[in-house]
């Protein structure tokens, strides 16, 4: 049988971190049983500040891109459009028998589009999430992308769930969410390698660690300022490691945000998860970040009006409180009085072993499909 060319495309942060995962159970299945899959990794170039995304490569070990295709930042359309031009014609390059697509980024729905165009089969890792919001520009991403993927990888049977009432039932898996498989691997490199707590000069379980990055958040004024007034309300340190976006909005007004706001460049992964690890408590309106608050045991205060992740919410790790001052405050002091439930689900999103999962799918579908 001919080695399978498979294509990654990856190009905003969380997708790297994935990817990771997914990459080394690739090697890993090359290495048991022979060399089976030739996964090249497409960057689109999302995101190309150097915290932002060649530190994930290096750190994580992912294979070096076999092109970057630079696009850089620009409204939806004209980033999405760029993104199409060039994938197609490195498809018709590389030929793959796969494209292989992540999460719900422009990135992610430029992949999908792409391929279905050249009769090129798609598998979405992390199909079905649904936010139930439209103006989300993610949810319109994964509604398309989900709907001309062949293989649904999908991270929890809420996703499956929701793919059955849309219709969608054929290709559709359960393997459960690779950000775990990454978390497992990297939690004890990062305890040995970082020290990120020594170098700002923090104390565990003594600060909040908080990320910021939502469209609805940064780009509404008034949003942003009624997070950042309730973060001043508070007493206890909060860590802010600054996506960009939000660097960019915050601008000149960074200097007048609360005194015990410890603003920081984005952090590399390690150093991510030892913050998370350390933290006493997460605020944020990240997907990922909430998932991993419940996979170190802490509470999370979601600052967006909804979240894909509700099983946290009905498991009573996480509260949604949306930019509400008030509401942040007292979902906040409700963690700080009564902590987690003692009787939360240990295995919301499976366990651990996601990412062979996605290539054992991946190598039996595309068997059928050489079959055929
Ligand atoms: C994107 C994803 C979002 C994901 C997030 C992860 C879409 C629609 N959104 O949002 O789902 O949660 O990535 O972090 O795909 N910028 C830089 N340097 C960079 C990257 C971005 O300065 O390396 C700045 C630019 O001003 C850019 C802005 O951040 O315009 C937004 O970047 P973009 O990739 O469009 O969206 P994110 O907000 O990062
Ligand atoms: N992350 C990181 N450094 C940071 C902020 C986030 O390594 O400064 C990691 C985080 O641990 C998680 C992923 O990036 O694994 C989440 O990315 P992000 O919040 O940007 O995107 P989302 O998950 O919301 O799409």
Excluded at 95 to 119: E, F, M, R, W
Excluded at 329 to 344: V, Y
Aim: aromatic share 6%.
């Amino acid at each position: 049988m001919s080695i399978r060319r498979i294509v990654t495309v990856v190009g905003a942060r969380p997708q790297f971190v994935k990817a990771a995962a997914v990459s080394r159970a690739f090697a890993k299945f090359n290495e048991t049983c022979g060399k089976q899959f030739d996964e090249r990794i497409v960057h689109t170039g999302q995101h190309y500040d150097e915290n932002m995304s060649k530190v994930f490569f290096d750190e994580l070990n992912i294979p070096r891109p076999h092109v970057n295709l630079e696009v850089g930042s620009g409204s939806h359309g004209a980033q999405t459009g760029s993104m199409l031009e060039e994938l197609e014609q490195v498809f018709q390059d590389v030929q793959p028998d796969c494209v292989l697509i992540y999460g719900d980024t422009n990135s992610t729905l430029a992949g999908a589009l792409a391929a279905v165009k050249l009769h090129i089969p798609v598998a979405h890792v992390e199909a079905g999430l649904r936010s139930f919001n439209r103006k989300m520009p993610e949810e319109i991403n994964r509604i398309v992308a989900d709907s001309i993927s062949s293989l649904l990888l999908c991270p929890t049977n809420t996703a499956v769930r929701h793919l059955a009432s849309e219709g969608v039932t054929s290709g559709v898996h359960n393997v459960g969410d690779v950000m775990y498989d990454s978390v497992l691997f990297n939690t004890s490199l990062a305890e040995q390698s970082s020290d990120i707590l020594d170098r700002l000069g923090l104390e565990p379980g003594s600060f909040y660690l908080s990320t910021i990055h939502r469209a609805e958040n940064t780009d509404d004024p008034s949003r942003l300022a009624g997070i950042l007034d309730a973060f001043a309300q508070i007493e206890m340190p909060i860590v802010l490691p600054l996506h960009p976006r939000t660097r960019k909005t915050l601008g000149v007004g960074l200097d007048r945000i609360g005194g015990n706001i410890r603003t920081i460049e984005p952090v590399p992964y390690l150093d991510m998860l030892m913050l998370e690890k350390s933290s006493r408590m997460i605020l944020t309106d990240s997907g990922g970040v909430q998932k991993e608050a419940y996979w170190f045991s802490l509470p999370c205060v979601t600052l967006r009006d909804e979240t894909e992740w509700v099983e946290l919410v009905d498991a009573g790790c996480n509260r949604i409180v949306g930019a509400d001052t008030r509401a942040i405050l007292g979902a906040i002091a409700e963690f700080e009085a009564n902590g987690l439930p003692a009787d939360r689900p240990p295995d919301l999103y499976g366990d651990g072993h996601s990412a062979g999962k996605i290539v054992a799918i991946l190598n039996e579908f595309l068997q059928t499909a050489g079959a055929n």
